[in-house]
């Protein structure tokens, strides 16, 4: 075996013990329902508008207190 392949072999090794420590105590927790993990904390919203700004009149009549009261 030449040094290099000693090297990964042993840094390999000590990489997959690191990452696998901590393994019996994550199997260990009581185990949540799936629906539970991917609620979320708070209402998200994306707004994407793709008009143009040279059509003559675009958003004129925008009102932004009556859009954010809507929301």
Do not use: C, W
Request: proline letters at 4%; aromatic letters at 12%; charged letters at 20%.
């Amino acid at each position: 075996m030449y040094r290099r392949d000693f090297l990964k072999t042993t840094a390999t090794t000590a990489a997959g013990f690191a990452l696998t420590a901590n393994l019996h105590d994550l199997m260990a927790q009581p185990r949540q329902p799936l629906a539970d993990a991917f609620q979320l904390r708070y209402r998200q919203v994306h707004l994407d508008f793709h008009t143009s700004e040279h059509i003559a009149g675009i958003g004129a009549d925008f009102d932004p207190e009556k859009f954010a009261a809507t929301l």
